[in-house]
């Protein structure tokens, strides 16, 4: 156990209106908050307005200062297209040092694929920025009928396990980092 607790950022990627990301989300800030280590920062893009952000502004300020915060980050994203959303990308192209020497987790959602394709692509992105992508992911294929009316999982026994995982891997990078970052920053 860390002498205090890692800032989690969970990003939500979609903001298209109908969206199923905030099930998806509220499934896994659930999982992840039942965790001593860790601490849940919701960062929805949609309630964020991506490309309303503008440099100099409050409102910016503050999106980089909860990116900057955070220890590590998990991004729960859909595939649309063989890829992650427009809103995404510019999100995560507004800022830099923020993201650097720090662990990202995916969690994908979609059709056949879960959403893995848009995970792939996002590895590249995030590998640019000088973040670490941890290895394991948990993805939803079919995610709509995965889960109830309700928004929990039908059947939650392996995506449970996954979450896990992918959280183990986290704080395991999270620690590694912040250790790292504390005895000699990032770039010197």
Known sequence: MP???FTLAVIVASTREGRFAPVVASWFTAHAGRRDDIVVDVLDLAEIGPYELRYGSEEMASYAKRVGAADAFVVVTPEYNHSFPAPLKHAVDLLHQE???????????GGISGGL???EQLRLVFAELHAVTVRETVSFPMAGSLFD?????RE?????RAATVLLDQLVWWAQALR???EAR???S
């Open 179 to 181: 250790e790292a970052r």
């Open 99 to 109: 993201w650097q020497a720090k662990p990202v987790g995916f969690v994908s959602y």
């Open 149 to 153: 009316d309700d928004g929990k999982l």
């Open 185 to 187: 920053p990032y770039g």
């Open 156 to 160: 939650p026994l392996d995506a449970d």
């Open 3 to 5: 002498e205090r607790p």
């Open 117 to 119: 394709r848009a995970v």
